[in-house]
């Protein structure tokens, strides 16, 4: 069998010439901006919805500090605690990208919310599913860790999003995802693949960022929500009220204060 020459030349143990502290103190000298922290918490919103609603109610403020020189940063009180939220961040490396940023910002928990296409039915979406662990069908993850078929969660972290969803609505439930790089390459054989695996949807993030979590040592939690069929049915791709909104800050309020408060609790040991 003949290895894939994106697979040559990777050294996952040893560490990067480029790092993201370096890129972040050159975009503050080019910016002109002081040092400051992200908030403790951030939010990858891949479709970019919610940010967009909250900004349009008057919910958000941006974090004019952040000097990513691809991303903005928006603020909003969840729960009463102040969390980053950063939108449109579509894709492993992408998301990856911005991940180490907000990380080496003192990001201390990121919770990535995408979308996601449905292989094997949980229901009729839309739903979200809690991603314990993601199919490695992309590229970025071979870079932080040798190959394997599948990136695991923290399974501490989905325990408590899971015990935190589990008598509350919207309907989550907790199963594997496979990220693609390549959304309009689903062929039958593929997604055939995935059900086989028991695979419950496919996205574009959680086996990347999952990757880079385990590889950094930093805490990160995939959410999809089913929200297609992959427009293999009319009405597809309907999120609900809002384009989702609301059912989506209803998840990460709770799921988020779970993990927060669990933290403290591990902290204060």
């Given at each position: 069998m003949v290895t894939p020459p994106i697979l040559d030349n990777k050294r996952?143990?040893?560490?990067?010439?480029?790092?993201?502290?370096?890129?972040?103190?050159?975009?503050?000298r080019q910016k002109k901006l002081a040092a400051a922290d992200v908030p403790g918490v951030c939010i990858l919103d891949p479709d970019g919805d919610i940010v967009r609603t909250l900004?349009?109610?008057?919910?958000?403020?941006?974090?004019?500090?952040?000097?990513?020189?691809?991303?903005?940063?928006?603020?909003?009180?969840?729960?009463?605690?102040e969390i980053g939220i950063v939108g449109r961040v579509v894709g492993s490396s992408f998301a990856v990208l911005v991940a180490e940023q907000l990380f080496a910002s003192g990001c201390r928990l990121l919770v990535s919310l995408t979308s996601a296409g449905q292989i094997v039915p949980s229901g009729a979406p839309p739903y979200f599913v809690i991603i314990d662990r993601a199919l490695r069908d992309e590229g970025t993850s071979y870079h932080?860790?040798?190959?394997?078929?599948?990136?695991?969660?923290?399974?501490?972290?989905?325990?408590?999003?899971?015990?935190a969803m589990s008598a509350h609505q919207p309907r989550c439930v907790v199963g594997s995802s496979w990220t693609t790089d390549a959304p309009f390459r689903e062929t039958l054989e593929a997604i055939e693949a995935a059900r086989d695996n028991g695979i419950l949807a496919v996205e574009m993030e959680a086996a990347a960022l999952y990757t880079f979590a385990s590889a950094a040592g930093v805490r990160i939690l995939c959410l999809a929500h089913v929200t297609n069929t992959m427009g293999q049915s009319g009405d597809d791709f309907e999120k609900g009220e809002a384009d989702g909104t609301n059912d989506a800050l209803a998840v990460l309020d709770k799921i988020v204060g779970a993990c927060c408060a669990e933290t403290s609790e591990l902290d204060a040991r």
């Open positions: 996952t143990s040893s560490p990067s010439v480029f790092a993201p502290a370096a890129l972040l103190r050159e975009a503050r900004r349009a109610a008057g919910r958000t403020k941006r974090f004019e500090s952040w000097p990513c020189y691809h991303t903005e940063l928006d603020c909003f009180s969840l729960g009463g605690r932080y860790a040798p190959p394997a078929e599948f990136a695991d969660a923290d399974l501490a972290l989905v325990a408590t999003a899971s015990k």
